[in-house]
């Protein structure tokens, strides 16, 4: 089945500076990668997607970048701000083996990020 | 939608006790999944459903474990007997039909078996 590997498990940035999670993931035939964050208590919620067609997808102040052939992915925040401080999962689905819908999740990243 | 709706929000439980937590999906959503999130092995996928079917329970820790999912807008996720290593955030996510769409967590039910 697919493995999802994630780094780093914590991370402290200054506001306003940038953060960079990683994955990676094991299944070529997963087509479908997901970040999701959770902030303490709550339930996690979607926050960019990527699919295995697209290489990179930005929404404000987020991006994901995807490298198929090195099986990796990656969420990137600039400019940081406090309320970005929470547990970052990201994960991937799609795979071969027949649960397509199955979605495997990293083992999250604590971020914080320090005013 | 109200979203995903689990109950309840938090159980405790003496060991040896049997468990039910419930999930409303989101309506009209095809997939139903079942998470358990703990600190040690993060959130593990014990078994989804597809228009209220099972297909795939390899999740599913120990025979302790089961789930229903009746008809469409509900469905359970009972242990029996529970034992303290159960203790965890269990979380009821839907979806829409595809292997990309996004899946909707509930709030998750806060399990502690005492």
């Known amino acids: 089945g697919e493995n999802v590997e994630q780094h780093p498990s914590t991370l402290s940035v200054q506001e306003g500076d940038s953060a960079v999670i990683k994955c990676t993931y094991s299944d070529s035939a997963s087509n479908y990668f997901p970040w999701y964050k959770q902030e303490l208590g709550k339930r996690p919620q979607l926050i960019i997607d990527?699919?295995?067609?697209?290489g990179e997808k930005k929404d404000q102040r987020i991006a994901v970048t995807l490298n198929k052939t090195a099986k990796h992915f990656s969420l990137h925040i600039t400019e940081t701000q406090p309320e970005d401080s929470a547990v970052y999962f990201c994960a991937a689905s799609g795979g071969s083996g027949g649960s397509n819908y199955k979605l495997t999740f990293g083992k999250g990243t604590l971020l914080t990020v320090n005013p | 939608d109200a979203g995903v709706i689990q109950s309840p929000r938090h159980e405790v439980t003496e060991m040896g006790q049997e468990v039910t937590l419930r999930c409303k999906p989101i309506?009209?959503?095809?997939?139903l999944f079942w998470y358990r999130q703990t600190m040690m092995r993060g959130l593990e996928l014990l078994i989804y459903f597809n228009n209220n079917v099972p297909i795939d329970d390899s999740g599913m820790p120990e025979d302790r474990f089961s789930a229903k999912m009746p008809n469409a807008s509900f469905s359970t996720l009972k242990i029996q007997p529970s034992e303290p290593r159960d203790s965890a955030v269990y979380f009821c996510?839907?979806?829409?039909?595809?292997?990309?769409?996004?899946?909707?967590f509930g709030q998750g039910t806060r399990l502690t078996v005492v």
């Open positions: 309506s009209g959503h095809d997939y």
């Open positions: 990527i699919r295995s067609n697209v």
């Open positions: 996510a839907s979806s829409l039909w595809g292997e990309d769409t996004e899946a909707f």
